[in-house]
């Protein structure tokens, strides 16, 4: 269970940053990345978000290799393995969402200003 927590929310981060990079979320007190920098503008928030879908997106695909594998490895052991296994998913998850944020953050406070 735990891995297929950690995978879902590798992908929703990854959905909500491509809306939002789109413009199709706009800044807001409920989802996406939320700094002062990238919620200084729209088009701070728009190229912060931008930014982050590259690195959202190589996470899902590395935390639902992992997933895999650590199901792939540990069926049959019980779910007590598995789940133990599946928090260095979450670790993972956790860490990239984080590297995204901070590449976000960087992005959008070098947003032109005279676009704020």
């Given amino acids: 269970m735990t891995v297929f927590v950690a995978v879902a929310l590798s992908v929703l981060a990854f959905v909500i940053a491509r809306l939002a990079g ?8 409920l ?8 919620r200084s503008s729209d088009a701070a928030w728009r190229a912060g978000h931008r930014a982050a879908v590259p690195v959202l997106a190589a996470l899902t ?5 992992a997933g895999a594998a650590i199901l792939a490895t540990t069926w049959g052991m019980g779910s007590d393995v598995t789940n133990m296994a599946g928090l260095w998913v979450i670790g993972l998850v956790v860490a990239g969402m984080v590297l995204a944020a901070m590449r976000a953050d960087s992005v959008a406070a070098t947003t032109d200003p005279g676009t704020r």
């Fill in 61 to 65: 695909i590395i935390s639902a290799t």
């Fill in 22 to 29: 789109r413009g199709t979320v706009g800044a807001n007190g």
């Fill in 31 to 38: 989802v996406g990345i939320r700094t002062p920098a990238l």
